[in-house]
Nanobody, 122 residues
């Protein structure tokens, strides 16, 4: 059993950067691959990035690849998502999730956080 809590969201101007955090409690954090998803009003939840259990492998959506970095600190039971060169299209509610593998499909994850709002102003 894992409980996830996201933080670090907020308002940022276009072109700026933001780092989101996801703190886990429950069983050993390193037992799970972690994923980040986002959902904008009126749209379906979409994959953003994922990282393997050890942090040795990462996977990004094409929309954020090259300007985003997902990382984790297993000693702190925390996963991070840093996004740079943000645009209004990045505005969404961001969720972290824990699962068996670092996949893009939502069904690959068993546990979800409550989310944190990211708003990018033009």
């Amino acid at each position: 059993q894992v409980q996830l809590v996201e933080s670090g969201g907020g308002l940022v101007q276009a072109g700026g950067s933001l780092r989101l955090s996801c703190a886990a409690s429950g069983r050993t954090f390193s037992s799970y691959a972690m994923g980040w998803f986002r959902q904008a009003p009126g749209k379906e939840r979409e994959f953003v990035a994922a990282i393997s259990r050890s942090g040795g492998s990462t996977y990004y959506a094409e929309s954020v690849k090259g300007r985003s970095t997902v990382s984790r600190d297993n000693d702190k039971n925390t996963v991070y998502l840093e996004m740079k060169r943000l645009t209004p299209e990045d505005t969404a509610f961001y969720y972290c999730a824990a699962g068996r593998k670092y996949m893009a499909a939502m069904t690959s994850y068993d546990y979800w956080g409550q989310g944190t709002q990211v708003t990018v102003s033009a």
